[in-house]
């Protein structure tokens, strides 16, 4: 008998095992009815299989932190740097050093903007500027929301222009001799949905926008072509950029029922609504707040609602005759009454050339409404984000609220 075990101590044992089988049936089987039952009961034994590998465990951590993180937290390098600007910075630099106060309570507010501003998330962030009537400054909070991600978070940000016709987002921006739109990109998508795309092939079809530190993916001159721009292409246009940028601001059209905006607000997770304080823009801003509200109850989704709750509402100066006081703060109060916070955006005439905006141009108090608003908006992407981020036992999926 012949046998398939390698190894001399396996086959010695096989020996051993056949010899003891064998003598077994001697004691019990007549000679002819051993001859004929040997060869079945002696079958050659197979390899034995290797045995399952476990699954490994999740072990807990030894040491979790939570109380020396708590204290870690207290400790704010940002509070411990000498003063740079006002009259604390004056009286450091006219002693050389000698008397050096802390930072005063603007530039602190201006420090934690600027790290609210700086954190970074589990999954790329989509922000959804909205707002049903035009020339409230969708086009131009964007670009400014996107100059300040841009300038103090070091992440990935892009404006893309969602505008289900033709929006302003390409004239506001420098082109960089670039023609390309979203219905290129559009057309080019397939070799992006590929795992062996690349970023610096993606960036033939943005406008990076230099020392401001963004991308602006534009809309179509076409309005025939933006409009064919549905759920499924703006779904596959989002699966391709959040692959490769971090922040995203869309900077949507008026029509709050074309396939394209709903496709967006599916994917949003931080409502942004600029309005000036007139009746008609309030009005306006209102009426689609009740829409997602709606939405919420028609569809027992209760992540349109939140989106209303955690808005951020910029109050842009429009032009035209002012509003009267009174009335000013009546609009302002029913907005603060519906949403997260209200913050202003002051006059500056480089947001309001109708032309390119350079961020390099536009005064310090803009700015510094930019960075509150930023910081805001990053503060609600924060909630978010650490409501459906992974845990450590859990592995990382990005699923929508």
């Not at 004239?171 to 795992?195: H, K, M, P, Q």
């Amino acid at each position: 008998m012949t046998t398939n075990w390698q190894g001399t101590e396996r086959g010695a044992a096989h020996r051993s095992a056949i010899a003891d089988l064998a003598a077994d049936i001697d004691d019990h089987l007549t000679p002819e009815a051993a001859v004929g039952a040997v060869p079945d009961l002696v079958a050659p034994m197979a390899e034995p299989s290797p045995p399952e590998p476990e699954a490994p465990v999740q072990a807990e951590p030894l040491v979790r932190g939570r109380r020396s993180s708590a204290i870690l937290r207290k400790e704010n390098v940002d509070d411990q740097l000498p003063p740079t600007s006002g009259w604390q910075a004056l009286i450091r630099a006219v002693t050389f050093g000698l008397v050096s106060p802390k930072a005063g309570t603007e530039e602190l507010g201006r420090r934690a903007d600027i790290a609210a501003i700086q954190r970074i998330y589990s999954r790329p962030m989509m922000v959804m500027v909205a707002q049903p009537l035009g020339g409230v400054g969708k086009t131009t909070c964007s670009i400014g929301l996107g100059s300040t991600f841009g300038r103090h978070s070091a992440l990935q940000t892009l404006v893309w222009d969602n505008n289900e016709t033709m929006g302003t987002l390409g004239v506001r921006t420098s082109s960089n001799d670039s023609t390309r739109t979203v219905w290129d990109l559009l057309r080019a998508l397939g070799s992006f949905e590929r795992i062996e795309a690349r970023k610096g092939e993606l960036s033939f079809y943005t406008r990076h926008q230099g020392n401001n530190s963004f991308n602006v993916l534009v809309s179509d001159e076409d309005p025939d072509r933006m409009k064919q721009i549905g759920v499924e292409e703006f779904n596959r246009l989002h699966a391709v950029l959040t692959r490769f940028y971090d922040t995203i601001l869309v900077d949507t059209g008026n029509n709050t029922r074309s396939a394209n905006w709903l496709a967006a607000i599916d994917v949003a997770d931080q409502l942004v609504i600029p309005t000036t304080l007139k009746r008609n823009a309030v009005v306006s801003a209102l009426r689609m707040i009740e829409q997602l509200e709606s939405m919420s109850e028609r569809t027992g989704n209760p992540r349109y609602r939140e989106l209303v709750a955690d808005a951020v509402v910029l109050v842009t100066q429009g032009g035209g005759a002012s509003s009267a006081a009174a009335e000013r703060a009546e609009l302002r109060k029913a907005l603060q009454g519906t949403v997260r916070a209200v913050i202003d955006v002051p006059y500056d005439k480089a947001l309001d050339t109708g032309s390119i905006i350079d961020w390099q141009l536009v005064g310090h108090p803009v700015r510094r409404a930019f960075e509150r608003a930023a910081a805001a908006i990053a503060d609600g992407l924060h909630s978010v984000d650490a409501a459906s981020a992974p845990t450590q036992a859990d592995p990382i999926t990005h699923g929508r609220r």
